[in-house]
């Protein structure tokens, strides 16, 4: 599969997640009208249609808002757990306050066209922040941490499905089978993938291709290195904390104790 083709299906599958995100917001926005319908039937009270329907949008403005929220959690990629909550807090308060008050704006401005006597924006603003603050707040606290969990998952599930990969051989473009893969190495402006007791060339970087590779098989080991650890069969240790280890075929590649993490689990395995 191609790294076009697999950008395109991480993609899509994050678009339907943002979709799932869109029907939730409608859902809830009609079960919210509904459930003031059915309170003001139980208290015998007066229900409007228009005023429920304009102050139910509320629920709405949480499809842009967590868009733009996790927009920009994609460009910051906060790397630690420290820094991920760190950032959810900030966010979260700060979408939470922003929503509240285009919510407000907007309601105000509809009100002053469609009702000959319009809400004032202190009172809405005080009641959605008395009703409504809470959920809000939690909603953009957990909001990065759950769309980070659907690309992680959509990213695990591509590189599953990834049995082949389009390499360079002279002048032609062949696919070989990606078990078949012992190790790839760092050639600027290439990657070097040895397969087939063969060298070939991939046009995209090795931290593409280690995003792309499944992580259960293929393991950094190297700052210029990611190795197939099935091809893997003898360690060696180097007695300053790198080892040396042994491929299928004979070849020997470095591992850096820099990249411990990632390989450790072989000294016991």
């Known amino acids: 599969m191609r790294t076009q083709e697999l950008y395109k299906t991480n993609s899509k599958l994050l678009n339907s997640s943002f979709s799932l995100l869109v029907l ?48 920009f959690y994609d460009k910051i990629q906060p790397k630690s757990t420290t820094n991920k909550i760190f950032y959810a807090l900030c966010t979260g308060f700060v979408f939470s306050l922003l929503h509240i008050f285009l919510f407000t704006s907007v309601f105000i401005l509809a009100s002053n066209i469609i009702f000959p006597v319009p809400h004032r924006f202190s009172r809405i603003f005080k009641n959605a922040i008395s009703n409504q603050l809470y959920i809000t707040i939690i909603a953009y606290l957990f909001s990065p941490f759950i769309f980070d969990y659907l690309k992680r998952k959509a990213q695990i599930t591509i590189q599953k499905n990834i049995k082949t990969l389009t390499v360079k051989n ?12 012992l190790f790839i190495k760092t050639d600027r402006p290439y990657t070097m993938i040895y397969a087939n007791n063969q060298k070939f060339l991939h046009d995209e970087s090795l931290k593409k291709l280690e995003k792309l590779l499944d992580p259960q098989t293929f393991i950094r080991v190297h700052r210029s290195v990611i190795a197939n650890k099935n091809h893997i069969t003898e360690l060696k240790s180097r007695k300053n904390g790198d080892y040396d280890c042994i491929l299928t075929n004979g070849q020997s590649i470095r591992l850096s104790r820099h990249y411990r993490q990632n390989w450790n689990e072989l000294l016991n395995h």
């Open 170 to 181: 002279g002048v032609r473009r062949i696919k070989i089978d990606i078990s078949t893969v």
């Open 24 to 71: 939730f917001c409608i859902i809830l926005y009609g079960l919210a009208i509904f459930q003031d319908y059915v309170f003001s039937k139980i208290q015998i009270t007066g229900f409007y249609w228009s005023d429920t329907m304009l102050y139910n949008t509320y629920w709405l403005l949480f499809i842009p808002f967590i868009k733009i929220a996790n927009s």
